[in-house]
């Protein structure tokens, strides 16, 4: 069964990566004004929008959103290694940032926006060299008019859990300039 996902995992990164027409970049406010949150994490999805230039020097992807969810696909490395030679737990921390805080802004109307408030992680499990590909999924718990709250965990594709987090967001209105539409 683990070999199965395994393999599946292996061919949506395939199949993400190959359709990507943006580098990995920032996102402009014209590119994503007067848009649900929702609609910009599909469109980074299909690649008509760049991957976070983090998503790059991590080594990680946006495989799946839904509404209210989210999950970042992550290949840890020795690249990611601390000086005790174990995965650096802000490499798990990361990869489980961005599936929290992508599903909540999957819940985010047009001229809304959200941060990270406070982020808690656990790790429960080393991801050894044997580990070569892990997911980071998100969900949102409750989304409010000022907060949010999600939970994720981070598992390999055999379904063993190697953390989990639990995360709380501010939600704001963007300024005005910034939710205007450019003339």
């Not at 910009?40 to 999805?45: A, E, K, N, P, Y």
């Not at 941060?115 to 997911?135: F, H, M, Q, S, W």
């Not at 981070?154 to 539409?181: E, N, R």
Request: neutral net charge; aromatic residues 4%.
């Amino acid at each position: 069964m683990s070999a199965d996902r395994l393999a599946q995992w292996q061919a949506e990164e395939v199949a993400l990566r190959t359709r990507r027409s943006r580098p990995t970049g920032t996102i402009t406010h014209a590119e994503v004004v007067g848009r649900p949150g929702l609609d910009v994490l599909r469109d980074m999805l299909a690649g008509h929008l760049p991957a976070s230039p983090i998503a790059e020097s991590l080594d990680f992807l946006l495989v799946h959103v839904a509404p209210g969810e989210a999950a970042f696909q992550g290949r840890p490395g020795p690249r990611f290694l601390n000086p005790m030679g174990g995965l650096h737990g802000g490499w798990y921390a990361t990869l489980l940032d961005s599936a929290v805080g992508c599903a909540v802004h999957t819940t985010m109307q047009p001229g809304r926006a959200y941060t990270t408030l406070e982020l808690k992680i656990n790790l429960v499990r080393a991801i050894g060299p044997d580990v070569t590909l892990v997911r980071a999924e998100g969900r949102t718990i409750h989304v409010g008019r000022q907060t949010a709250t999600a939970e994720g965990k981070l598992v390999g594709p055999d379904g063993k859990l190697y953390a989990h987090a639990s995360t709380t967001c501010l939600i704001f209105d963007l300024p005005a300039s910034a939710a205007q539409s450019p003339a």
